[in-house]
């Protein structure tokens, strides 16, 4: 037992003799690299998280500047052009100018020329139109169905027998031979005839008679700035001839 506590006695200042030769750092190399290494990832951890911080920093920053930039271009775009300043146009005056109207119906044409020269002698445009127009006569009374002249004239001496002796004959292409027994401005006194005839025996008809005719027109043109003139004369107007406004016809 003496032995054994004499050898760790010995052990003991061995010990302490080899640790007073070495200094401790250089016995403990290894020692003290391994917590170094371990500080080292420890930095590195560290630096990692701050790089990251950055990088979310950065893309927060960047989505605010996004945001920005929507909320800009939207006012801008809710914002109304302001209206374009009105131009002051210099326009010519292109109104027509003319007063137009027609005088008529002139059933002669001698007469509707001496009235354009009225006119056109006070500087006013005229032309001379014309047009076919009906016009009524009256009505007749009158026995068809004769095939010849000669048919037709035996109507009319039985007739003249019965004291109707107002009478000729009319060829029309549609009815040749019709014996006329006069054309009458009332259709009543027509009708008063057709019924004696007829009372007489005989096939009486009546048929309303229009002829056409020429009449004539003066289209006359002048200026809206002058005095609007009116020169036909009170004969023209019993005839029935007027000074009618009508549109200007285009130039």
């Known amino acids: 037992m003496k032995v054994f506590f004499a050898l ?3 052990a003991n200042i061995a010990f302490a003799v080899f640790q007073w030769l070495l200094p401790f750092e250089q016995l403990f190399v290894q020692s003290r690299k391994a917590p170094a290494a371990e500080e ?3 930095l590195s951890e560290a630096n990692t998280e701050i790089v990251s911080a950055v990088e979310v920093v950065a893309e927060v920053e960047a989505k605010a500047e996004t945001s920005t930039d929507i909320e800009a271009a939207s006012e801008a775009e809710s914002v109304e052009p302001a209206p374009p300043e009105p ?5 010519e005056d292109d109104s027509d100018k003319r007063v137009c109207y027609t005088i008529g119906p002139i059933k002669d044409k001698a007469r509707a020329i001496e009235v354009s020269g009225r006119y056109s002698g006070k500087q006013v445009t005229t032309t001379l139109k014309s047009s076919l127009e009906k016009q009524y006569m009256g009505v007749m009374v009158y026995i068809g169905g004769h095939k010849t ?8 001496d039985a007739l003249s027998a019965q004291g109707v002796r107002d009478h000729f004959i009319i060829n029309r292409q ?12 009332l259709k009543k006194n027509a009708d008063g005839l057709k019924a004696r005839v007829q009372r007489l025996g005989f096939s009486a008809e009546t ?3 229009y002829r056409e ?3 004539f027109w003066v289209y006359a043109e002048q200026s809206s700035e002058d005095e609007l003139l009116h020169l036909l004369k009170e004969a023209e107007f019993g005839d029935g001839i007027s000074q009618i406004p009508t549109q200007c016809l285009p130039t």
């Open 87 to 91: 131009e002051t146009l210099v326009t």
């Open 8 to 10: 760790l006695l010995i």
């Open 40 to 42: 080292l990832q420890l």
């Open 213 to 215: 005719r020429t009449i």
């Open 207 to 209: 048929e309303a008679r």
């Open 174 to 185: 549609d009815q040749p031979n019709l014996l006329s027994l006069g054309v009458f401005g």
């Open 149 to 156: 002249r000669t048919d037709a004239l035996k109507t009319a």
